[in-house]
């Protein structure tokens, strides 16, 4: 159980809570190591339910207590249960822990469905759900669904498939993959890559500019690993990204509706975005949807002032109908008195 205290208070931020998932062998641990060692800067905790289920690459940890382990370059690994869970989401994402990230390793914790309730349910001030990350193992998924028929309601709930091991399938298998992943789940973000190989920007941002530290530190764990991986930019698996950049209002019931209900390969959509009604305007709508579940907080706007800037991620968008989608939530429908009501249900 984590043993980090919880500390509440007022805190913008709001951190990405990452479900894990995949059939046993699909490159799970493959996919955390290598988030972990793609870090870029960004403080990630992990969630898990025992140590010794995840070879976390452990060997890199620099200290043990209680539960917790710190990892280099200040990320945390936690152990929990199903009811511990809510408990370990908040003293992780408590502002003094000062981490970017939770990723939750979802093996022996809860089956997917039970475990993205629980981290909705958990709903802290300082988290928000991240999406739920499936593993497949592509060589193997065809017998896998045919033999497990609850994997398929495993990916129905996805919010991006990582097709893995593309490597021990040729094109043709693939394809097939592809198309009964799609036959559960019309909308994921679906990506194929090999070793895992996925780029950590897809889940989440790039890490916040922290002031330099002059002083000794620890090595973060891509620091340590850089020989493993000279040039990231070709590892990673590519992803998609549209958006509007600082344009005008939005018509708030068509962005809820396009929050809700997201165009198909998108992952997450972030921003902020004006409302251009009397008392709405005067303060930005900070925007953060996944997979349907949309977060939405006010703040004062920038030395920028205020505009709607919003960008969707996601891989196997469509990238000219998102882009479409995505304009039609500008503009305004002068009688719709009640439109605002869609957005300002979300506000967290
Ligand atoms: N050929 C190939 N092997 C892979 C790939 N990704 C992972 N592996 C291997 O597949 C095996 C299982 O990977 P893990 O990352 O341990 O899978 P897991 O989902 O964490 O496994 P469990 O925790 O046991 O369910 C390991 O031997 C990996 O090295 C890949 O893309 N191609």
Redesign the pocket.
């Known amino acids: 159980m984590c043993q980090l205290r919880h500390v509440t208070g007022r805190n913008e931020r709001h951190i990405p809570v990452v479900v894990l998932a995949?059939?046993?062998?699909?490159?799970?641990?493959?996919?955390?190591?290598h988030v972990l060692r793609n870090a870029g800067g960004r403080r990630i905790g992990v969630l898990v339910n025992d140590f010794g289920?995840?070879?976390i690459d452990s060997l890199l940890v620099s200290g043990a207590s209680g539960g917790t382990v710190s990892l280099p370059g200040g990320c945390m690994c936690c152990t929990t249960d199903a009811e511990g869970l809510g408990d370990a989401i908040a003293a992780l994402s408590a502002a003094e822990v000062g981490l970017d990230a939770i990723l939750i390793?979802a093996?022996g914790i809860a089956e997917p469905p039970a475990l993205i309730r629980l981290v909705l349910a958990a709903r802290s001030a300082t988290a928000s759900y991240g999406g739920l990350v499936y593993?497949i193992?592509s060589?193997q998924f065809l017998s896998t669904i045919a033999g497990h028929p609850m994997v398929g309601g495993h990916v129905a709930v996805a919010d991006l498939v990582v097709l893995?091991?593309?490597?021990?399938v040729d094109g043709d298998e693939m394809a097939r993959v592809r198309d009964v992943v799609r036959e559960v789940n019309s909308t994921a973000s679906l990506i194929s890559?090999?070793?895992?190989l996925i780029d950590p920007g897809l889940l989440f941002d790039d890490a916040p500019d922290r002031p330099m530290d002059d002083g000794p530190r620890q090595l973060s764990l891509d620091e340590l690993l850089h020989d493993d991986h000279h040039d990231h930019s070709h590892l990673h698996a590519e992803f998609e990204s549209v958006s509007l950049d600082r344009v005008g209002p939005v018509d708030p019931r068509r962005l809820a509706r396009f929050l809700e209900r997201p165009p198909a390969g998108a992952y997450r959509i972030k921003g902020t975005v004006l409302v251009d009604l009397p008392g709405h305007a005067d303060q930005a709508y900070v925007i953060q949807a996944v997979g349907g579940v949309v977060r939405v907080s006010r703040q004062p706007w920038g030395d920028l002032g205020p505009a709607t800037s919003l960008v969707v991620i996601g891989s196997g968008l469509d990238v000219a109908s998102a882009e479409a989608a995505l304009a039609g939530v500008l503009g305004r429908d002068a009688d719709d008195e009640h439109g605002i009501l869609h957005l300002t249900r979300h506000l967290a």
Do not use: I, M, R, Y
């Open positions: 995949g059939f046993l062998g699909a490159g799970k641990t493959t996919l955390l190591n289920s995840v070879d390793e093996s593993v193992d060589s893995n091991k593309a490597d021990l890559v090999s070793d895992a």
